[in-house]
């Protein structure tokens, strides 16, 4: 049941975050010949700006919640969504898709070793020069360290809660920081689930030993690239793009 509201909430976004507008504006003119795979669709949120633009378009979700609420939002375009993992995309064959799309750090829900397994199936389903785009949590993070004041009683206190449920449920943050990337318990989903959290530079490493090339950064909070000083990166999570 709580599963059931949370996909109908995540049926009700539509806003883009900063990085993906900007990645869809270097990117429009070449989306309507490009055939589109877009990973953990949630509840169609991305699939508003993108569907249209691209020439296929293939969404994937695990939840059969998530799909199901797609197929309800866009019923004229249900058979596009599909139940799959990221962990198989077996169900695609190799070079078939020249944009993939993993928003919203759905890569971090799943263990290190799956999280390797993910990458090199997106890469195998990419043609070659195929562009990849997804976001991850930063554990370079101001948030994972301090509280997050806001003007907003309720959201102060959410602030207040998860930093202390940070701070008692995980082991030292500067530890964590020194081993590059940590799954850890910060609060999301109910304090039910622990995410992935990566170092800006190591997940370029981690990208490039996955032979994954021309790999760039973007900051959460202005949308633009970030060029240099990734170590000094403290966004929450970080979008990055790369070809096959």
């Known amino acids: ?8 909430r995540y049926g009700k976004d539509s806003k883009l975050q900063k990085p993906e507008n900007t990645i869809l504006n270097i990117c429009k003119n070449e989306f309507r010949n490009m055939a589109m795979l877009d990973i953990g669709v949630g509840g169609g949120r991305t699939s508003l700006h993108f569907m249209s633009l691209v020439g ?11 799909i199901q609420v797609c197929k309800n939002r866009f019923p004229e375009n249900k058979d596009q969504f599909k139940i799959a993992d990221v962990r198989d995309l077996s169900a695609f064959d190799e070079n078939s898709f020249d944009f ?11 263990s ?19 562009f990849f785009v997804f976001s991850s949590h930063n554990l370079q993070s101001d948030t994972l360290s301090k509280i997050n004041y806001s003007l907003n009683p309720v959201k102060l206190l959410e602030n207040v809660i998860k930093f202390i449920y940070i701070k008692f449920s995980n082991n030292n ?5 020194r081993k590059g990337y940590a799954l850890i318990k910060d609060g999301g989903h109910f304090f039910k689930l622990k995410n992935y959290y990566i170092k800006p530079q190591m997940q370029v490493s981690q990208l490039s030993e996955l032979g994954f090339r021309h790999i760039k950064l973007y900051s959460l909070y202005s949308g633009d690239e970030i060029t240099s000083g990734f170590e ?13």
């Open 1 to 8: 049941m709580m599963f059931n509201r949370i996909a109908r």
């Open 56 to 66: 296929r378009y293939v969404a994937i979700d695990y939840s059969d919640e998530m």
């Open 100 to 110: 993939v799309l993993f928003s919203f750090n759905g890569i971090d829900y799943i």
């Open 112 to 130: 290190h070793q799956d999280r390797l397994k993910a990458f090199s199936e997106i890469k195998r389903v990419l043609k070659n020069d195929g």
């Open 173 to 177: 943050i500067e530890d964590l920081r």
């Open 232 to 244: 000094a990166v403290k966004d929450p999570w970080v979008y990055y793009t790369c070809t096959s």
